[in-house]
């Protein structure tokens, strides 16, 4: 089994859709571990459902399962409402391991409290490092020791150096893999001053720019305090420490997405598809959610034709991903080269400008050791799926929200839909990563899976 967060239950204490406070039926639950292991009895509850079309929801990187409940709560709320008189619908939220970071907002979902108070800076709030313990267990010293350097933030290259080496072992990356191995990410590999003082940067450009996308009257958590400002002292990069932090978090979340998808939805809904043929999946992902649901057409036998659509919410995987040869290596696809052809219908990205996360840490986090451009700078290469959308798709097309929920989304076929006009809201680091509870969007699902009125 797993290590982190392994169990099925992640710290809840209800059972695979039991009092799970969705207020949508039939309700499921899917729960993996961070192998891809499937808990039995919450595929058996998904097998058991009387309906004829099937939502399957993953949520994103930064969640826990309180939250992801609440989020599939909210997305599914529109649907019963949205869907013809012929169509019966199933709920499946997708539980899989992933790491909350409690002192970064979520439009609309935060109780009174949730938060890190005001003013925390860099330091870790207890429930953060509580996450993080969960995240790596058995590492309670390193992880103290980090947290005990980001509430100090001393004014030392050695307490720099000390951070990093601590980030990298926490990581799994040790100082002669960061130097040499090709695919490590240059946050490992690159002098840790000069990654801490490029992440500092882009905080501080994330929070200037986080008000403009947030609600009016809105201030962007973060967006000021120690950290956000780099000035000449190395007090001011400690902002940017904790923000590797963050990376170290994401660079093993994002192999983790892809497993929980290949190894464990994928043969989970195939499986399904099998003992119920008249079925049809329509899955949904948000984030890295996204990468889960995506990976999961690995498993889809050919010929098979039970995924009937596919919808990325502000996807955190490669633009590229779907293509058949990348624009600067002719020789080589994308890691899901072709896999949109096995969706018996649209594969809908949906994206956002004001998406701070994607734009520009999602780059950063993606881009690899050696490359000449550095640290900052976009870079189309790791441009990823949720920023712009689908790349490198020949006839793939690309239409604004309004045009979509107006004419309709084409059959089949990869397609690019800018949610901007409602995406927008969110504080510093991530901006609207995850203001993805829109009935506009539930739309967007309903018209790709041909399911409306």
């Known amino acids: 089994m797993a290590d982190v967060g392994g169990g099925f239950g992640l710290g809840t204490g209800f059972g695979p859709g039991v009092g799970a406070g969705i207020g949508v039926g039939p309700y499921a639950e899917l729960t993996f571990d961070s192998e891809g292991d499937v808990d039995r009895a ?3 509850a998904v097998s058991r459902m009387e309906a004829t079309d099937v939502l399957v929801f993953a949520h994103g990187w930064n969640s826990d399962r309180s939250a992801a409940t609440r989020l599939y709560d909210r997305f599914f709320a529109p649907f019963p409402a949205l869907v013809g008189p012929g169509v019966r619908l199933g709920y499946v939220g997708v539980v899989w391991p992933s790491m909350r970071f409690s002192d970064e907002p979520i439009p609309d979902f935060e109780a009174p409290g949730a938060l890190a108070e005001p003013g925390r800076g860099c330091a870790l709030d207890p429930l953060t490092r509580q996450a993080l313990g969960e995240f790596w267990p058995g590492r309670r010293a390193e992880l103290d020791r980090v947290a005990e350097l980001l509430a100090e933030q001393p004014e030392s290259a050695s307490a720099f150096i000390e951070f990093g ?4 072992e926490l990581a799994g990356v040790d100082a002669v893999q960061a130097v040499a191995a090709p695919a490590v990410p240059a946050i490992f590999a690159d002098d840790v001053l000069e990654v801490c003082r490029a992440l500092s940067l882009a905080l501080t450009k994330a929070g200037a ?9 809105a201030a962007a958590p ?8 780099v000035g000449g002292d190395l007090r001011g990069l400690w902002g940017g420490a904790k923000e590797l932090l963050r990376q170290a978090t994401y660079y093993k979340m994002k192999k983790r997405a892809g497993v929980v998808g290949e190894r464990g939805l994928g043969p989970v809904l195939a499986e399904l598809a099998a003992a119920r043929p008249a079925l049809r999946f329509h899955l949904i992902g948000h984030s890295f959610g996204a990468r889960v649901v995506s990976f999961s057409l690995r498993a889809v036998p050919e010929g098979a034709r039970y995924v009937r659509s596919l919808t990325l919410l502000q996807g955190a995987f490669s633009h590229y991903a779907f293509a058949d040869r990348l624009p600067h290596d002719k020789g080589r696809g994308g890691a899901l080269r072709g896999l949109h052809r096995k969706v018996d219908g649209p594969v809908v990205a949906c994206h956002s400008p004001h998406d701070s996360a994607l734009r520009v840490f999602y780059p950063l986090a993606s881009r690899m050791a050696g490359d000449s451009a550095g640290l900052l700078g976009f870079d189309e290469r790791w441009g990823a799926i949720g920023h712009d959308g689908v790349r490198a798709v ?3 097309p690309r239409l604004s929200l309004d045009t979509a929920l107006r004419e309709g ?3 089949t076929g990869c397609v690019s839909v800018d949610a901007g006009s409602v995406v927008r809201r969110g504080g510093a680091p991530s901006g609207a990563h995850s203001d993805i509870c829109h009935e506009e969007l539930a739309r967007v699902v309903v018209s790709a899976g041909r399911m409306g009125r």
């Open 42 to 44: 919450s595929q058996g």
């Open 165 to 168: 080496a601590l980030v990298r």
């Open 209 to 217: 720019e986080a008000p403009a996308a947030a609600a009016p009257g």
């Open 222 to 229: 973060g967006a000021e305090g120690p950290g956000l400002t």
């Open 394 to 396: 020949p006839g793939a």
């Open 409 to 411: 989304l084409p059959a």
